[in-house]
């Protein structure tokens, strides 16, 4: 699943957008293989480091290839067979867009969605500090 969504300073809730555009926050949820061709091309990224999002047991890491920025994190979910359990995160920060890449639904992010917290997607840091604002705060409790 490719959802676009956009945001300025100057509007008060996010939209989902039907296509890309500059400033856009792409959000991937479990993708398939034609998904992830489709992105690979649409946003000039390195195939290599997009399958690595792929394994779930991925470690924390920074990247840097083909002018993009690709932080694996992992964030914090509940499924109560644990004291915590964690799920890999990919963030990409391209010249002219943030894309976030999971292999399921990123509770952390879905306030973003809902409108719940704000996000102004064409400051790109602001979703990467988001997550991790989430994560800090999971991990303290």
Known sequence: MIKYYFRTV???TIKELAEARTGVWVHVVSPNNDEIQRLV????LDEDII???????????LERSQGATYFFTRYPFDE???DSDTAPLL???GESFVLTLALREVPPLQKLIENK?????TQKSQAFYSNYG???????C
């Open 91 to 93: 963030i990409i920060m």
């Open 10 to 12: 100057k509007d008060n």
């Open 51 to 61: 399958s690595d999002a792929e394994d779930f047991f991925e470690v924390p890491r």
């Open 117 to 121: 917290e704000a996000v102004v997607t």
């Open 134 to 140: 989430c994560y800090n705060l999971f991990l303290r």
């Open 41 to 44: 091309k649409e946003f000039v």
């Open 80 to 82: 109560k067979k644990e």
